[in-house]
């Protein structure tokens, strides 16, 4: 009997046009965990400042980054799920986007109309590191919208179990995968290494009543459901399969608004290298699993650009894993073992 599996991502915007990215910044800044605001400041704030000002500009950026198959996220995320397929005909699978579409709903009536008698359906964030912006506020919504449809969507009187695959920042199958994208490049190339990380608000952060932090908490303290900690781990991991020798750098990029966020902030520490006399950086992003705005365009774009107009001359960028055949097949291993999972 089929497993079902749900491919989780964020998600883009329809179009690359202001009204698409419009609709997609109210649905995707509206959500509590990623601005928390009471309701009624959070809706002035995003409904009437940040996406009527913001949206012309994210489209113009959207443009830069899309394709003739759309959205990088989306259709190497499909990519991802029909590989998935082919490697393992025993998993059901399906993609559905926190927000816009295809939704997380679509894909559960999916995988019900094609497979009625499902008797497990395993969700997927493809979020390596835990944050309750990705990883939390995903599966709630799943949780959320299986616990109001499954009567709807599975008939026959049998409700399938549910899962959720855990963080995989430090797994073998990501760290492995990861690392063989970034040894495309010679280390020796380079003055740094650079791992850029999504960034956090600091609020967002401290909310953890353990965390404290600093150097000594996050480099080489908890883990557990501590997004800046479990970058650090991955770094670690990730340096130690490298077997680097090259001075290396963690920085955190993507902030939003005047609020402090987590830092070293990626864009100053790139400008600060370059006057520095650190010329030539490798830079890669391995709070991604797909390549999307914040790598296409801030990272290869944006940040190349003040990189080098501050002194940089060498600026290369190791992708995300994107639709890369092993890591597919690693996956499809992963979740049909179905051993990396906490119960929802």
Not at 55 to 69: D, E, F, G, L, V
Not at 117 to 140: G, N
């Amino acid at each position: 009997m089929k497993k079902g599996v749900i491919l989780n991502n964020i998600g883009s915007p329809d179009a690359p046009d202001t009204a698409s990215v419009k609709r997609y910044l109210r649905e995707f800044l509206m959500d509590p965990g990623v601005i928390e605001l009471p309701y009624i400041f959070r809706f002035i704030l995003v409904y009437l400042i940040i996406s009527i000002f913001r949206a012309p500009k994210s489209a113009a950026k959207y443009q830069k980054i899309w394709t003739k198959q759309g959205s990088p996220l989306v259709f190497l995320t499909q990519s991802i799920a029909d590989k998935i397929k082919s490697y393992k005909s025993s998993l059901a699978v399906e993609m559905g986007m926190v927000f816009q579409n295809p939704s997380i709903s679509v894909a559960l009536k999916k995988l019900a109309e094609q497979n009625p008698d499902l008797e497990k359906i395993y969700f997927i964030p493809m979020y390596p590191q835990f944050s309750v912006a990705t990883t939390e506020a995903s599966e709630k919504k799943f949780k959320k919208l299986f616990e109001k449809d499954h009567k709807k969507f599975f008939k026959n009187g049998k409700t399938p179990e549910i899962y959720s695959l855990k963080p995989f920042y430090d797994h073998p199958a990501f760290i492995k995968n990861t690392a063989k994208k970034i040894q495309k490049y010679a280390m020796s190339d380079y003055d740094t290494i650079v791992f850029s990380y999504h960034g956090l608000p600091k609020s967002a952060i401290l909310k953890n009543p353990h965390c404290q932090l600093d150097a000594k908490c996050c480099e080489t303290g908890m883990k557990k459901n501590c997004y800046r900690s479990q970058c650090y781990a991955t770094t670690h991991a990730l340096v130690k399969e490298l077997g680097i020798t090259t001075p290396v750098r963690v920085t955190f990029q993507s902030r939003l608004g005047p609020s402090e966020w987590i830092k070293p902030y990626t864009d100053e520490t790139l400008v600060e290298l370059a006057k520095k006399n650190s010329k030539r950086v490798l830079i890669a992003c391995p709070a991604f699993t797909v390549d999307c705005l914040e790598t296409l365009e801030e990272i290869m774009l944006e940040n190349r650009k003040a990189f080098t107009e501050a002194g940089g001359e060498v600026f290369d960028y190791a992708a995300c894993l994107n639709d890369d055949d092993q890591w597919c097949q690693d996956l499809a291993d992963l979740i049909d073992e179905g051993t990396h999972f906490n119960r929802l």
